[in-house]
């Protein structure tokens, strides 16, 4: 029987043939699966790529599914999730990877399309089947960024790369430092956020994010996740709290939702990477670009800016009547309870939407405007550009003004509910008397910043050169790790428990004005959510930064699968792939300023008995749940996510300090930002 981690390697130097060696083994290719080009020469070309190999896979010859649909995208195109004729001949390779009876036969079959099929869709392809398949759960997806480096980083650096692994011997190859910004110069104000837009781990934890809650698929199974919708707005609403703390880091106003689709979009850019798929640039965009209606006959796209309009008029009209209409006339209630999640299906929009000839396709239809808006007609025969895709699309200005409009158009429906009364907001009998965040013998209520260098080993993704490791050093925000110590009482006689929720935004605007809650709560960016268990009387709680519900650990996002690896099975292994998902968490807190950016740091702790489901989560990488959920389980809150901060303040709540219950704190934070750079110690 195949060993499913077997399939793994097929992710492995994604454009050479498949039977090359990786990682000192080859799949025993049967000769009626090998391309036109290397049937004829079988015994050449296999027993060559088979000289320094170690073990040797065995590859039954099955009859293969048909694959003309998968195969009808070509090998050399740029492969989009963004695109409804991609998304159908993705849908179908999935479903023969997910049909296929053992693991056996998944192999076959895999080992077949791997040469017929474009390398990105099938990587995304047999990611999804097996993510989703039952007998291939537990395994580790190496990190995108290791498959397909050019999606990542400077084209320049790849070359350079190159040379090191094609001249030096393994053992003696130097890493190549990324340049720390080289998209543009400083006359391009946007150029400041860099280190957050090309981040590979903001990136990264991006393409798992839509790797895991996939729009589309004919299974509805892979796609209805619990609470999916809303989790599309409120992961991509903290993507954008968070870009504005950086921007007021960085003296920049909060960013400009692209509200009127006939505008020019201000913000040019030019990626500087190649796609290794295409072997084409990745296309820029200028400065003052417009939209353009879209007819691609290649991309089988037909659409006009109108058609945007009108889906967006009829997401409005749903929203202020309170209901939509779904297909065959009902009307669904959008409630308090499950309107935000009916809404993100319906605004991104998934297979789940209620509706989609009426409310159309707006989000995905944006990013293919934008990312089309050089070509629209394919007149250039020119790809899209990085907004076409997630694994590169957070790299672009216009990424942030496009989900500002996304998100105000959530916010609209989350304007119009009712406000949280103080009954809800406190838990009785409990209150917060104290809190303080410090980094080890760091001053109190202070948070560091500083830029660090990592080592990446980019090497699967390196296609016909010599095997052996080739480093990539790249520069990357880093804080020192810090720990928030929490005094909390209990007035009541008996242990109860607690959800402590912590929450942190800037305390001032651009114009260095206190910001009124309405809107300070939309720049709240969530750090942490955790139980508590509390004794009567006081209580010390201490929580570290590196614990946070948020991210995961940088071993994690890189998939360094040497390090903090869980035991050969145990639970924890399991459901180690699912870990990938996570915000990074050397991105946790926002970059600062030399001299201190002024935050609110935020603490709740509400009633667990209200807030609680009941689940077992052991082993199921539950720890970055507040941005990706938990594998094959609910959401692991009961409250609205972003609560307490998801709707308007109450009457009478102009100011945060206002809102406050006695079991709500805040404390004044500054976040400083110490511009030296240091080495990763392993
Ligand atoms: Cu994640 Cu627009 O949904 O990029």
Redesign the pocket.
């Known amino acids: 029987m195949a060993d499913k981690k077997n399939l793994l390697l097929l992710f492995d130097h994604p454009t050479e043939p498949v039977f090359m060696d990786k990682a000192k083994t080859v799949f025993d290719v049967p000769d009626s699966f090998l391309t036109d080009r290397y049937r004829p020469i079988s015994n050449e070309v296999q027993s060559r790529a088979g000289e320094q190999v170690e073990q040797r896979i065995p590859v039954r010859d099955i009859s293969i599914p048909d694959l003309r649909i998968p195969m009808s995208l070509g090998r050399d195109e740029q492969f989009s999730l963004f695109l409804p004729k991609h998304r159908r001949i993705a849908g179908r390779l999935i479903d023969i990877f997910m049909n296929m009876r053992t693991v056996d036969d998944l192999q076959s079959v895999a080992v077949y399309a791997r040469d017929r099929v474009n390398p990105v869709l099938f990587n995304y392809a047999l990611s999804v089947a097996l993510l989703h398949r039952p007998d291939t759960q537990g395994l580790d997806l190496p990190s995108f960024s290791q498959t397909f480096p050019d999606r990542f980083i400077d084209s320049q650096v790849m070359r350079q790369l190159r040379e090191e692994s094609f001249v030096v011997q393994p053992g003696s190859r130097m890493p190549i430092t990324i340049p720390r910004d080289y998209t543009a110069s400083d006359l391009d104000p946007e150029h400041r956020l860099w280190y957050f837009r090309e981040d590979l781990g903001i990136n990264l934890h ?1 393409w798992h ?2 790797l895991v809650y996939p729009f589309e698929a004919s299974d509805r199974s892979i796609v209805a996740k619990d609470r999916r919708g809303e989790l ?1 707005y409120y992961m ?1 609403q903290q993507v954008i709290a968070r870009y504005n703390a950086e921007r007021f880091s960085n003296n920049l106003a909060r960013v400009q939702p692209f509200n009127n689709l006939r505008d020019s979009i201000a913000e040019g850019y030019f990626p500087k990477m190649d796609s290794l798929v295409a072997s084409r640039a990745w296309p820029p965009r200028f400065e003052n670009t417009k939209l353009s209606d879209l007819n691609r006959e290649a991309d089988q796209l037909n659409v006009e800016i109108g058609d945007l309009e009108r889906w967006r008029d009829r997401i409005y009209e749903a929203i202020h009547q309170g209901f939509v209409m779904d297909e065959r006339g009902n009307r669904l209630a959008l409630d308090e309870a499950t309107g935000i999640d009916t809404l993100g299906n319906m605004i ?1 929009s998934s297979i789940l939407s209620p509706n989609r000839v009426l409310y159309g396709d707006l ?1 995905n239809n944006g ?1 293919t405007f934008i990312s089309y808006a050089h070509d629209p007609s394919n007149k250039h025969l020119e790809s899209f550009g990085v907004m076409g895709d ?1 694994s590169t ?1 957070m790299r672009d200005p216009v ?1 942030y003004k ?2 500002s409009y996304i998100d105000r158009i959530f916010q609209e429906h989350k304007s119009r509910l009712p406000a949280y009364t103080d009954a809800q907001l406190n838990y009785s009998g409990i209150s917060i008397t104290g809190i303080q965040v410090a980094a080890n013998g760091g001053q109190p209520n202070t948070l560091t910043t500083f830029w660090q260098q990592s080592d990446v080993d980019l090497s699967r993704g390196f296609d016909f050169l010599p095997r052996g490791n080739v480093f990539a050093r790249f520069s990357h925000l880093q804080h020192l790790p810090f720990t928030y110590t929490i005094n909390i009482n209990n007035d009541g006689g008996a242990q109860r428990f607690g959800y402590v929720r912590i929450f942190m935004a800037p305390k001032n605007d651009e114009r260095r004005q206190p910001m009124l809650l309405r809107e300070q709560r939309l720049m709240m960016i969530e750090l942490d959510k955790f139980v508590v268990s509390l004794n009567p009387g006081p209580n010390t709680i201490r929580r570290r930064s590196t614990e946070s519900s948020v991210t995961i650990p940088f071993e994690r996002t890189f998939r360094n699968l040497d390090a903090n690896r869980p035991t050969t099975g145990s639970p924890e292994e399991l459901e180690f792939n699912f870990c990938g998902c996570g915000w990074p968490n050397h991105m946790l807190i926002p970059k600062g300023l030399p001299e201190g950016l002024q935050c609110d740091l935020f603490v709740m702790v509400s009633n667990y008995e209200n807030d609680r489901i009941d689940q077992q989560l052991v082993g199921r990488c539950s720890d970055a749940a507040s941005y990706c959920g938990v594998r094959d389980r609910l959401y692991p809150d009961r409250q609205s996510m972003g609560y307490p901060f998801d709707r308007l303040p109450r009457t009478g709540a102009d100011r945060l300090v206002n809102f406050l219950t006695p079991n709500m704190s805040i404390v004044d934070v500054t976040i400083r930002h110490d511009n030296r750079t240091v080495p990763r110690q392993n």
């Open positions: 991006h994010w839509h599309f991509h991104e989000h990013h997630v699309a990424f496009w989900h």
